[in-house]
């Protein structure tokens, strides 16, 4: 009797863990279920905030109805319309909320922050993230690197482009082609065409495919460099890489084209922009004329000049100074070839 009771203590005492574990179990369901729900909410809602493009104020909105926490993925898209916004600096203002919630900003979110400050022109805040994004054991990437030279390279900050630069290759990373576009780009800013071309090259030997932004900055390093035959090789290289050439390309070759005095491949030029209707704007008008210019063709530089009125475009110091300069040339033209004739006249 003894040894059944004991026994039928036990298979109670069983039934009572069995219903323990049963309810644990249930509760781990419900648990795992809200979980799942909660992450759903969040994804759509940061695919909603993502699709605000650059107004911040509906995004915000979003993520402040939320039903749930906001994670780093909500947080990351927020900052993401902020930096496309005029002001692109409002990505700083997510951090202090995040601290609130507790939720660790992580690689993304630098990057974020460090691409808004090359977008705004403020590289301090750039380097602040920067820092404490290594202060927080975060390895920085490709993108990280890049943004940082962006931003140094907007700032006209060649030192620290050339720096962030070597550093990211020390790090054991390899650059890729946003990478180079910006370096070539800062060194041709900074007035050191020679060493973005040479960079340029370095790109090309590594194989990493030049984009349009790379062959603009190396073709009007080699106008700087004053290389206008090298200037056209390099948008023959373009065209056979199959990439499409923008204003900023045509413009600077016709730029080229007046430092050869080849007037006739300018206007070539001009054709193509037409072709691929690219609106002309001021700088274009201004290579155009120039060209005018350097080969003595006042009334075509006039005639240049009256279009550019034409389509609203306001015409800069160096629109009126050069066509002035193309004027007096024909002015001095004709008083010399006067002179020339009344001389013609006197020996008869």
Known sequence: MGALRQRARGVQHGMRISARAVADHANGIRCDRAHSEDVHVLKACTTQIR???????????????????????????????????????????????????????????????????????????????????????????????????????????????????????????????????????????????????????????????????????????????EQPDRAISLFEALLQQKLVPDIITYSTLIEACSQSRDPQRAFSFLQGMRRRRLSLDVYTYNSLIVACDKTRQPIRAIEFFNTMLEQRLVPNMLSYSVLISSCESAVADEICANRAREKTCLAA
């Open 51 to 225: 699709q605000c493009g650059a107004d911040w104020m509906k995004a915000l909105k979003v993520l402040e109805q939320l039903p749930v926490e906001p994670n780093v993925f909500a947080y990351n898209a927020l900052m993401t319309v902020m930096k496309n916004t005029d002001c692109p600096e409002r990505a700083f203002d997510v951090l202090p909320h995040m601290n609130r919630r507790r939720v660790s900003p992580d690689l993304v979110s630098y990057n974020t922050l460090i691409s808004a400050s090359a977008r705004s022109k403020v590289p301090e805040r750039g380097a602040e993230a920067f820092e404490t994004m290594q202060q927080q054991r975060l390895t920085p990437d490709v993108i990280t690197y890049s943004s940082l030279i962006s931003s140094y390279e907007k700032s006209m900050r060649l030192d620290l482009a050339t720096r962030a630069f070597r550093d990211m290759q020390q790090s054991g990373l390899s650059p890729n082609v946003y990478t180079f576009s910006t370096l070539i780009t800062a060194c041709e800013k900074n007035m050191q065409p020679e060493r973005a071309l040479e960079i340029f090259e370095a790109m090309r030997k590594q194989e990493v495919r030049p984009n349009v932004i790379a062959y603009n900055a190396s073709i009007a390093a080699c106008v700087k460099s």
